[in-house]
Each structure stands twice: as C-alpha cells, then as structure tokens.
C-alpha cells in the first residue's frame, strides 16, 4: 500500500466521504467506525484517508495538508500514532501477538498531542481472544484514539463489536467507474477491451483488477486463452495443455475456463455480440458455438461443464490434493467434445 497522501476518496465513495466529513466538522464523530465493503473496491483507501486527515495538523476542508509534520511521518510510514493492524505471513487470522500491539498502543499516549487511529484490517477475522481485548478497548476507549475496522463480510464480525461501531457501508462501484479508475491505474496502457476483459477477470472489483495487471495476469490469461483456441482448433492435444498448466497453473486455467463457459452460456442465452469482448473470444465463440446446432442443446451441454469446472475447482481448494493433470485433461477433453459434437451435428444435418 502506498504512503501517498490521499486528496480524493475514490469516485463511488464520496457521498459516504463527504457524510464522514460532516460529522467531523460537527464534531459528531463516534470514536469506532466498522467500514463494510466488499473486497477490493477500496475500503482501505478510504480508511488511510481518514486516518491521514484525522492525524494532519491542519487539514484541509476534506483531507489532509500533505505536508506538515504528521503528513510527512504517514508519507514515510513511521507515524507512531498511526497503527494498522492485518492478517500477516499469508494467514487469515489476526494473531494474539498483534492484538498484544494494539493493548499496548492503547496503554501509551499521542506522541503529538493530537488524535490516534487505529486501523484493523479484517475485522471478521479475529480469534476469540483477540476480539475479547479488541472489545475492551471499545469499549473503554482512549479520548484521543479513533477505530476503524474494515470488513468484507459484516455479517461474520461478532455482534457485540459491530454494536460499539459505526457502520458505514461503502457501495460497489459502477461498471463506468470502475473502468474509469482501472484506466488511470493502469496509467492508461491498457486498450479499452483489454481494461473491460481484465474489470470481467477481476469479477468487477476495481482493486483486485490493478493487482492483476501488476502481475501480470491479463497476459497470463491471453496465453492460455490462445492455447486453449489451439485446443478447439485441433491444433494441441489436451493432454499437452494440460501438462503446460497442471504443474502451477491450475488454478489459472480452472478460472479462464469458468469465465469463458459463462461468456458462452450469456452469449448462447441472449445472441449479444456484446458478450464477446476478444478477438480470442469470437474465434472460440466461432469455433464452439456452431449456429447449425440445437441451440438448448448446447447450452445445456455447456452449463454442464461450467458445473464441472465448479466442482474442480472446489477440489483443488479442498485438502483432497486432487491430480491436477488428469483433472485438466478431462475437462479439455470434454471441451474437445463440444466441438466435435457441432461437427457431427452439423454434417448429419447436411
Ligand atoms: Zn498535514
């Protein structure tokens, strides 16, 4: 996360922003927000933006200065009395040890005389004890000290800390809005279609679209979707992709797989062209999608591999350790049969 001082919340959140503002200018500030949004649309954002105002020695009408004392120890990511507390090393859980820094941050007092936020990432995440002394702290708050906790699943945050919280739910972001923050993000080096196929990729979640750009993934899955037309084209064997894949990239080619299976189904539900956001996609969509065939049949038969990509991917995320090559394989071979289903069907017709 960038120490930036943050000047403008993002564009779907500034009505919830300029409410936030209000209550500060009204000094009806609670002393606990709970921030409720769902996953990577910026919730976080929104909280370093009111931890920098909060902590600024003078801010401005609706966000931090930038440049006075506290702005430049948030700018460096050393500002004593800001704390962040997040799930670390890959685990899901808030550990005890880092509850342990949040006690002991209540204990002390501002190194600035002024306000300090604590920020808690995850706030259904937190083990019982854990959440016993985050409550304490709610409960019995510093006068000086602002929280703010954020949550993908407000309903999995126990009750008695959502009750010592304001709730502020931050709305999903419009496709527009996403594309339009995607573009900037990614400083415009994206073409249209492309930003449209990574926003579907990133299943409309802005944040996790950006991520996805920076590693590489839209790259990644225009590789595969080529390999796979290959496939369709009789050009590569399914158990040649398969091997490609299986050893890292399972998991990859289980969701392009899904992502393509209900660009089909949309496609073959409603005919809009629309749906097909690539050229690899109107070649598969071409090559799959024979206009000769029984139309319901196909459909069928395609929502029925989506199934079983669905129940594959089920398995790799389970501790079954499934055979990720002869997972892949079957699946590509079943899509292999698609096409070779349209010809038959096609030349029995004739
Ligand atoms: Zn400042």
Redesign the pocket.
Known sequence: MSND?LQNPLTWHQAAWLNTIKQFRSGQMPHAYLLSAEADTGKRLYAIMLA?FL?????GPQA?????????L?KAGSNPDLLIVEPEDGSKIIKVEQIRDLKKFLETSSHSFGKRVIILDSAENLGVSSANALLKGLEEPPADVMFILLTDRPKAVLATITSRCQVISLPRPEREQSLAWLRIATNEAVTASNLSLLLDFAQGRPLAGKAMYESGTLEQQQEMGDALLQLLESRLHPCNLASRYAKTQTGDMLRLLLYWLNVLCKYQLTGAEEHLKSDTMRRISATLLNPAYDRDAHTRALFSLYNEVVVAQTQLGSTSNPNAQLMLEDLLMQLNRLVRMNSHNTSGLR
């Open positions: 001082i920098q902590l600024c020695c003078s801010p931090a200065c930038g440049s006075c004392p506290m702005c430049l948030n």
